[in-house]
């Protein structure tokens, strides 16, 4: 299975932009890259996914590297409401199960 | 909100007993996940339905079985319950099945096994 690697924790302030990283080496070329996000005591949220190019949505900002081994989410002005664990995901063109890795717990400080 | 619902929301059940949790799907969605969520951890994939037959399994013992109705609601069983089993559970809606889908989650069942 494609794996994700994310850092196990981050900060950052209050209305400032936020970027998450993700590094997926072993991706191939029919995975897809989502990222889901699961606020305290709820289930989770979808946010965003992408192919190859960039993408953007109401919630955030997707890049994707060139070379797709990695990707990074960007939440444009961070809120309170933002502080979350976020998961990288790659979804397998083969099979196209949900994996959750353990995610980034972002906190947002005011 | 997303219009997936799950119950019940909570529920204590002892050692060795059978549980059953249900979920309703968002309306027009035909696939369905189950998830466990242990304290701490990401969901772990149990199974997935789409159009009532089982579509996918994780590594989670037999006595995890499903069922998914006409409506595409669907149901989770755990037999002989043990004390690991108590977590998160969630159940996540789609439309198809396929890696450019966006799965909805329910707020999830807290079941705790004494």
């Known amino acids: 299975d494609a794996k994700t690697t994310q850092p196990n924790s981050m900060e950052s302030n209050e209305e400032e932009p936020v970027h998450l990283p993700c590094n997926h080496s072993?991706?191939?070329?029919?995975?897809?890259i989502h990222w889901y996000r699961q606020l305290p005591s709820q289930g989770p949220e979808y946010v965003i996914h992408?192919?190859?190019s960039n993408v953007n949505n109401r919630m955030a900002s997707l890049a994707i590297a060139e070379d797709r081994k990695s990707s990074t989410l960007i939440l444009h002005r961070a809120t309170l409401r933002d502080a979350a664990v976020y998961y990288c995901?790659?979804?397998?063109?083969?099979?196209?199960?949900?994996?959750f890795g353990k995610g980034t717990r972002l906190h947002i400080l005011p | 909100e997303t219009g997936v619902t799950q119950s019940p929301t909570h529920l204590i059940k002892t050692r060795g007993q059978q549980v059953t949790l249900r979920c309703s799907s968002q309306?027009?969605?035909?696939?369905v996940s189950w998830y466990q969520q242990a304290l701490g951890q990401g969901p772990q994939f149990i199974f997935q339905?789409?159009?009532?037959?089982?579509?996918g399994r994780g590594n989670f013992p037999p006595r995890f079985s499903g069922l998914q109705f006409p409506n595409y609601s669907s149901e989770l069983n755990v037999n002989a319950l043990e004390l690991d089993d108590s977590a998160l559970y969630l159940c996540?809606?789609?439309?198809?099945?396929?890696?450019?889908?966006?799965?909805?989650f329910g707020q999830g069942t807290r079941l705790t096994v004494v």
């Open positions: 996540a809606s789609s439309l198809g099945v396929g890696v450019d889908t966006e799965a909805f």
């Open positions: 072993t991706i191939s070329g029919t995975d897809y």
């Open positions: 992408g192919l190859t």
């Open positions: 995901i790659l979804r397998d063109g083969r099979d196209d199960k949900i994996i």
């Open positions: 309306s027009g969605h035909n696939t």
């Open positions: 339905y789409y159009r009532e037959e089982e579509n």
